[in-house]
């Protein structure tokens, strides 16, 4: 027990005495993978260096090297007597390995020789197989060669099992009655009796159309080869006859509005891959005669504003579209039919209402006079719709855009040139209005058509203008972002030329401000219409404005509608917080008024200066004038109708507490300079009492001058007091008011404010 309880501490990892400790490798270094058989050196070390420094690495490396080279030689020194006596028990290698040689170089040229036999078999077995690949090549050749000619010949008989075209089919025309009848006499209107023939004829030419198209496979596989030239001629007449034979059936079909054939012969051009035939067809022989006759491009046809309407031509084609194209369009797109590769949609009807549009009413996409433009395009659109709702899907309508004529279609219609011109007649127009040296208010309400909101002509324009953004026959949705700039951009015009106004008359001048001009020679009633205008315009923004915006742009995301709403009142408030700019105008042009009464200030001075005058006993004339310039701006009759209560509380306000405080510094001032006078008036006298040899004790029991100027002041803020409580303002709420008391009243009334 004794032993146990005083056994020898644990060797650490850093032990320099005795034999490395096997458990002194750090976690993440596992010499035991070293012996796996598919440890790699380089990828074990790169994914340790991700997180163990090289150093660190490199040291651990060398301490286990260290350790693995120690237990090799205690390994050599463990059995060192074996180790020595090793060779001495090698005898007779030499004859042992001689005796094994033998049995192995047996061994070694029977394998020899096996392997010169199978690499023969296999050489023999390669050359068969590539001899039976070049045989399975030229039969597939012969058999695609002779299905080349077999269908060839299957095409040109079924050919001549069409009813015998006129000679004239080859070249691609008919005449009017080869229309209508077949060469061998029989006509379609008479085939009533069994299958119809015009039925029978397109569902053979279905069948060849498909044969035909298997040609073409075949074409694609057997391309250069002598055989398929030799017969190059044969296909092509074989191709021209189907293609002409098609389009007369075609032709046929539309004229009798047979819907089995057609839809036989659309399916036939469709295994030929030809949809573009079909399309130009039905162009040229259904859509393009109405197109002519709603509208005519010929030479005598002179454009004018009035011709380039494009109104009633649209409701003309709807109608015949409806009367003359409806039955191939649901043709065209019955379902899993594979017709839906035909547009005729896009490449019979819309090409050729572009084309009748382009040659015969050019005008219509000019956008030099907007107001015919848009109307136009508008009726554009609603065609276009028009014409989607004969798309059976969303997929197809998608497919219907992206048509190359749809594509240019739109592209006729510019509507940035278009914006341009709207935002030069708009912006064009408020400019126009702010660049006037005077406010000009209306004369008579029913000048303007916002006249009941604003009375200036610059914020009336400002209010058109807005309206004009949104108004239906200026408005194009697709550029409705442009339109929302274009308004904010009016905001601040208005705002820049707003507040440009009231910075150069703070300034007192325009040199700087060009376009300032209005604001010198405005008098404070005139900003009356400014603050009440001011008001109307931020109600019609961020009220019926705002309303009227989102439900134009309802069909939008709800996000896009909130930036929409925050991008409008974010415009109505830049106006809004104009208003106390204005106000302090207003206050500024009422205090400098007041403060030409309060100059008369400087005569209390001479008044009493080294004069025999009593003590006052009434207030000065002056003080009645100093605020009779506010109470007859806030009795008068503009202040009346656009002040309320609020802004007529805040504009008094302002004014009295500005007044108040240049009035204590003009009394502080003069009473300032009246005591040091004083002072210095005293020891003058002083002096010359002692120079004189007058006794000192002699005093003046006479009240100083200073004391009359005071008591002149104390009289006249006492009186001016009662001004201002007559106006609703109490006195003592003004913090300079409480100051200029403190200034001048007498000693024994200085912590009581009283009139």
Known sequence: ?????????????????????????????????????????????????????????????????????????????????????????????????????????????????????????????????????????????????????????KVEKLIKELPSVPADWSSGTVTSTEKGQLSNGISFQHAEKGTNIRETQSMLLERIASEMNRLKFYIVHAQNMPFIENMEKRIQNASLLLDTSLGHCFVDGLEHRDANAIYNCLRAYAAIDNTSSPENIFRSTVVAPFIQRVIPHGSSIVG??????????????????EDDCKFLLEISSTENSGLHVFSFLANSILKEVLSAITKGKPGAFSPGRPTEFLKNYKSTLDFLGYMEGYCPSRSAVARFRAEAVYVEFIKQW???????????????ALDSALMTTSLIPIQNSSDQEYSKSCMLKQSISLMNCLRSCWRDDVLVLSCSDK???????????????????????????????????????????????????????????????????????????????????????????????????????????LVEKSVEDLRHLKGITA?????????????????????????????????????????????????????????????????????????????????????????????????SDTDKICMQLFLDIQEYGRNLASLGIDAADIPAYRSLWQCVAPSERQNTISF
């Open 607 to 703: 008044t009493y200066r080294m004069t025999n005058k009593p003590l006052p006993v009434r207030h000065s004339p002056y003080v009645s004038g100093i605020l009779r310039p506010l109470k007859a701006f806030l009795e008068g009759e503009r202040a009346a109708t656009y002040l309320t209560s609020e802004l007529r509380k805040e504009l008094l306000q302002g004014a009295t507490y500005e007044i108040t405080h240049r009035y204590y510094e003009l009394a502080a001032d003069l009473v300032s300079v009246a005591r040091r006078t004083e002072s210095s008036l005293q020891k003058i006298r002083l002096g010359a009492q002692r120079r004189a040899g007058a006794s000192s004790d002699v005093s003046d029991h006479n009240v």
């Open 304 to 321: 004018g504003s009035s011709g380039d309407e494009l109104e009633q031509d649209y409701e003309r084609i709807k109608q015949y579209i």
């Open 414 to 428: 510019n509507i940035g040139v278009y914006f341009s011109l709207r935002f030069q007649e708009i912006a064009g």
């Open 483 to 589: 339109f929302l700039r274009l308004f904010l951009q009016l905001l601040s015009r208005y705002s820049n030329w707003l507040s440009a106004g009231l910075n150069a008359r703070k300034a007192g001048n325009t040199s700087a401000n060009s376009g300032s001009e209005w604001a010198i020679s405005a008098a404070a009633d005139d900003f009356l219409y400014i603050i009440h205008d001011l008001r109307r315009l931020v109600e019609e923004v961020c009220g019926d404005y705002l309303e009227h915006v989102l439900g134009l742009l309802k069909s939008c995301s709800s996000e896009v509608l909130d930036l929409v709403k925050q991008s409008i009142l974010q415009g109505g408030n830049s106006l809004q917080i104009l208003q106390p700019l204005v106000i302090n105008s207003i206050v500024e042009t």
């Open 1 to 153: 027990m004794a032993t146990d309880l005083h056994s020898p501490l644990p060797k650490s990892a850093t032990d320099l005495f005795g034999d490395p400790i096997e458990d002194s490798h750090p976690l993440w270094l596992n010499p035991s993978k070293f012996s796996a058989p598919e440890f790699d050196p380089e990828s074990y070390i790169s994914d340790l260096r991700t997180f163990v420094p090289f150093d660190t690495l490199r040291s651990e490396l060398r301490s286990h090297l260290g350790a693995l080279k120690h237990e090799l030689v205690e390994l050599i020194n463990r059995d060192y007597v074996d180790f020595v006596s090793l060779s001495t028990k090698l005898v007779d290698v030499d004859a042992a390995v001689v005796r094994m040689r033998a049995p192995l170089l047996e061994i070694k040229e029977k394998i020899l020789s096996f392997r010169a036999s199978v690499e023969g078999s296999l050489s023999t077995l390669q050359s068969r197989l590539k001899q039976r690949a070049q045989a399975n090549e030229a039969r597939d050749v012969l058999e695609l060669l002779l299905d080349t000619f077999h269908v060839v010949s």
